[in-house]
Each structure stands twice: as structure tokens, then as C-alpha cells.
């Protein structure tokens, strides 16, 4: 730890219902030397409400790589600073990452000021299980990759949790439906805390055909979560023709020539062929 340092401060804020401000929150905005923001339009009237008047100024995903080290200098030298998105929990899908590990390189004190996360508020109402998930934040914007990225996802067991942007929610569902199957179970978190909040289950493709049916359900932020592919309790007998396969070319090629091979050999996708192996050369 750096002496006689000031402390980055990671501070949440409401997604959309003021009440979900936290007084230390407020407290920690009002007392630190400067407040760094994803977008200080967006953030001057939240903290004009709560009657903070410390400066602000700008870090975002175009700046975040110039500005990091001259906010984490004053940092050093003594100040404090509190890093705040748009809404929620910053890093996650949000700029700071650069910042936060700049900092603790330096060895300096970063501090965690919880409060609202839309990743955690939807978990905790879709009903889906949560003990292990895995959370893949926004996809790629073109179908092709993101199709791609959620083929690699297919048989992920644990649930899935994604953000998604009003301009891309029908594509993005009729993909996911597309590929990870259209019977597959799913909730569309909508504008959570705020006045239009909706939170809607059933199969993927009865998503699809709800956001054709209302365009008003396209509208806002949103957090998809799919539940995970059903977990197998043994190999099939297929699946034991793979292994018996990759178990001989593992023992003479490297792994990324084995899978290769036996994609060639079998017909089956390459992510698919890729796990099993890696679980086989681990000693699965």
C-alpha cells in the first residue's frame, strides 16, 4: 500500500429509482476530492439531487487509457477520487477496468462502495437457477459473430446472463433462439427500478414472438438470462466414441492438433471436441 496515498473509490448508483441511493454512497460522492464519471451529463443531475457539489469530471472507454494515470497521480499524491457509471456497478459492461488495475499496481487502496447491480437485481427475480452462472455482458453487435459467441456458449450448463441494448434486443433473441434453441428457458429483464420495470419468462423463442407482438417491450435497457443446457449424468454412446478418439490422439498429437483431427473425424463442432479434450488432458 502505497503511504500517504488517497483511495480510489468504486461507488454504485441507482439504476433508475433514486431510493436505491446508499448514504454512504452519498456520503463517500460528497467527501471525496473528485468524481470521475462515464458521462458527466448524465451523472450532474444525480448527484444536483443529492446535493453533491464535488467536481466531476469525464472517464470513458475513448479516454480511460489517456486519462487513468494522471487521475490515479492525484491519487498518489494524496487525493481521493470515486469512480461512477451511468447506472449500476461500474466495470461490469462499464469503463474502469484500466483505471482499477492501474491502481492496484501501484499499490494503491481501492474501495468498494456496493450498492445496485442490474446483473444481480435480475438474477434475483428470474427464477432461474443462480448458484453458478456465468455472466457474458453485451455480444457482438453483427450476427455473424454473435452467433458464433453463443455457439461456444451452447453447452454451458450454468445459467447465462447477458445486457442488451433496445436497438439490438430482437436480433439478439431471435439468435440466441436460433442457436441455443428456441425451447430453451429464458427471462428479459426490462428497465429495472424504473417506471416501466418488466420481467418476463418462458421459452426463447415465446420471447421472439413477445417483442414482434408489443414493440413497446423493446424499448429500455435490458438483461437477458438463459438457463444453462441440461447437464448430462454420463457420456451417451456417441459422446464415448469421441473420448475413446481423442483419448488415442491425445496420447500422440498436441491438443490443438488432436482436436483438429478428431473435428475432421467425427463431424462434431469444434468447441464441443475442444472441452472434451481439454477435461481429458486436464485428467477429468
Do not use: C, W
Not at 451523472?43 to 486519462?67: C, D, G, K, V, Y
Not at 482499477?100 to 499496481?105: K, N
Not at 430453451?184 to 407482438?213: D, F, M, P, Q
Amino acid at each position: 500500500m502505497a503511504t500517504g496515498s488517497g483511495i480510489l473509490y468504486i461507488v454504485a448508483t441507482p439504476l433508475g429509482n433514486l431510493g436505491d441511493m446508499t448514504p454512504r454512497a452519498v456520503a463517500v460522492l460528497r467527501e471525496v476530492d473528485l468524481i470521475a464519471a462515464e458521462d458527466t451529463r448524465h451523472s450532474t443531475p444525480l448527484l444536483r439531487h443529492f446535493a453533491i457539489a464535488t467536481p466531476i469530471t469525464s472517464l470513458h472507454e475513448h479516454n480511460e487509457a489517456q486519462r487513468a494515470a494522471t487521475l490515479l497521480d492525484r491519487v498518489e499524491a494524496g487525493q481521493s477520487l470515486a469512480l461512477i457509471s451511468d447506472a449500476g456497478t461500474p466495470l461490469l459492461s462499464d469503463p474502469g477496468f484500466l483505471l482499477v488495475r492501474e491502481a492496484r499496481s501501484r499499490g494503491l487502496r481501492v474501495s468498494p462502495v456496493p450498492g445496485p447491480s442490474a446483473l444481480v437485481a435480475a438474477l434475483s427475480v428470474a427464477g432461474l437457477p443462480v448458484e453458478r452462472f456465468v455472466f457474458e455482458g453485451f455480444l457482438p453487435a453483427r450476427s455473424g459473430p454473435r452467433r458464433t459467441r453463443l455457439e461456444a456458449l451452447a453447452g454451458e450448463a450454468r445459467t447465462l446472463a447477458f445486457y442488451e441494448s433496445p436497438h439490438r434486443i430482437r436480433e439478439t433473441l431471435a439468435d440466441m433462439a436460433a442457436v441455443l434453441g428456441g425451447e430453451r428457458e429464458a427471462v428479459l429483464a426490462r428497465e429495472l427500478t424504473k417506471i416501466h420495470e418488466t420481467v418476463r419468462g418462458g421459452s426463447l423463442a415465446e420471447l421472439v414472438e413477445l417483442l414482434e407482438r408489443d414493440p413497446d417491450q423493446r424499448r429500455g435497457e435490458f438483461v437477458i438470462l438463459v438457463h444453462g443446457a441440461p447437464e448430462r449424468a454420463g457420456e451417451d454412446e456417441r459422446d464415448g466414441e469421441l473420448v475413446r478418439q481423442l483419448a488415442v490422439l491425445l496420447g500422440e498429437l498436441p491438443l490443438k492438433q488432436a482436436v483438429q483431427l478428431a473435428v475432421k473425424l467425427t463431424g462434431r463442432r469444434r468447441n464441443e471436441v475442444y472441452r472434451l479434450a481439454m477435461r481429458l488432458s486436464e485428467g477429468d
